[in-house]
């Protein structure tokens, strides 16, 4: 119990003095996940934008792998990832693997799905009638995909943070790919793990609470952005 | 004559195996106002879709002013209509920005907008409204909102799809008159689909009468609502009698209306000399042997035409210098004795005739 509060007062003490190991690893932690949701919200809506509006062969497969790819396994990710990386591997002669670079693939990977399959709920939750009417009132069919798109820009948004939530706390695939050495490709999920095998527990647990506050906004942002327009009437109880 | 504005020619849809529309032919002329009357299923959203070039329709072909619409053209066509659907949808945003839209998709110059976004918003009063979530508006004020987005755009041809059925009786009655005042000052060419008689009746200078896709009638109103081409028609019409008149005197809130010889006595608002459209349902029609002391203000004495039987009310066609139809139970028929080539008394209620302000085209 002991070892457990001298490890957060030593925590909370690395943190407020700006610990320069701490903060390099966060910085890179947010580069390489911000990357990766970059990335993906740039394939994820227009995948989940022309799925919500198009109809050919094979969509209902597409959507069906997009569903299964929202909970496909990091650890699956990093070997296929580490598999084609691999200095002997089709895209070996890259040189990628162990490099943030490679992180950012292998979570482009798992944030793409995420991103294309909530977008593409949220797209079809938009009324029907949101696109014809913008074209009954002379949009062309592009302006009326951006109609559509402003329409549902809140669960939208809500698909790109659970993408960032994702990648942020994956640590299997970054893990496999990147190699965690240090100062080069060592995030907050991998160095918690290595720090805690270590015996740093201070460290761990600091760079434990960095990880829960960003998911924690992230995931508080995403709680008030649905909520949000559901809280303007509420009926008066008797109570 | 002039070349209409809109033509269809061997239009034909089908969804899957299901063919919901056939036209063969089909007109609309500048400044009409034509009610497409139809009930559910009868294909007026998918006729209103392609004569809006928002479909194309599965066979046929489509003019605008007598050139054929293609697909290169289709767009700069289509940015000259502008269709209404049943529940306005409003986008996202304020008054304002729904307003714009349309100019907005047209890249049109921001002066122009300003220009016409205050014409607009005087024409359906909306100054109050513009920086109003258009999210949190009520039903009346939404649809007005709608109205203006569609006459901010001067669309040659404005399309409405039931434009009223979601309001309130007396939000839809106020509305009526606000859209009959603009049709009239912009000469707007209107195609509207509706099942309320008396919304056609009020706005409507053609009625085309669909069913299953077809156009089962087509035509001057009053034609249409006085002698309905079949039974189908009748049915959805309703046997009303429209008459026309002018307006000889007011006397308080009454109006004394000549028409063919005759008197009559109406409620409604019209200046003197003006013409003026009656309507008046069958089931307001009171049938007797003879007059009696009442609050009645209209006798017409009549021959029995036509006694037709319908399925528990009966339509009793009277010749009193102008054909009358009222409906009747069984029973009462019965109890009056009343046979084909008598004569009877036909009283109507002042305040059962509705005095509105002759088609839009030939308005004071």
Known sequence: ?239 | METPFLEMKGVRHSYGPLRVLDVPLFSLAKGECLVVFGPNGSGKSTWLRIASLLERPGRGRVFYRGEEVSGKTALNVRRRFVLLLQRPYLFRGNVEKNVLFGLKVRGTPRPEMRKRLDRAARMFSLGPLLNRDARKLSGGEAQRVNLARAFILEPDILFLDEPFSALDAPTREDLIQELKRVLKETGQTTVFVTHHRDEAAFLATRVAVLVGGRVLQDGETERVFASPANDEVARLVGHATLLKGTVEERRGDLLVIAHAGLRILAAGEAREGSEVLLFLRPEDVLLARRKFESSIRNWFEGRVLEISPGDRLVLVSLDCGFLLKARLTRAAVDELGLRVGETAWAGIKAASLRALPAGVENGD
């Open chain 1, 1 to 239: 119990m002991d070892m457990i509060w001298t490890g957060i007062v030593k925590a909370v003490d690395m943190l407020i003095s700006l610990d320069p190991e701490i903060y390099g690893i966060v910085w890179l932690t947010l580069k390489i996940t911000g990357a990766a949701t970059l990335i993906g919200l740039c394939v994820g809506i227009p995948a989940g934008l022309g799925l919500s509006v198009s109809r050919f062969p094979g969509r209902r497969l597409i959507i069906a792998m997009i569903n299964t790819g929202m909970g496909l396994p990091p650890v699956v990710v990093g070997l296929f990832v580490a598999l084609f990386l691999w200095r002997i591997g089709p895209l070996g002669s890259l040189r990628l693997i162990y490099t943030p670079a490679a992180m950012v693939i292998a979570q482009v990977l798992i944030v793409v799905p995420i991103i294309a399959g909530l977008s593409l709920a949220a797209f079809q939750n938009v009324d029907p009638a949101a696109s014809l009417q913008a074209r009954a009132l002379g949009a062309t069919k592009a302006q009326a995909l951006l109609v559509i798109l402003k329409e549902s820009r809140l669960p939208q948004m809500a698909a790109v943070m659970a993408g960032f939530g994702g990648a942020v706390s994956e640590v299997g695939a970054v893990l496999m790919v990147g190699g965690n050495i240090n100062g080069q490709t060592r995030v907050l999920t991998t160095a918690i793990v290595q720090e805690t095998r270590m015996g740093r527990f201070e460290v761990a647990i600091a760079l434990s609470l960095v990880l829960l506050a960003l998911s924690f906004a992230v995931n508080a942002l995403l709680t008030y952005i649905q909520q949000k327009g559901g809280q303007e009437w509420r009926p008066h109880s008797w109570k």
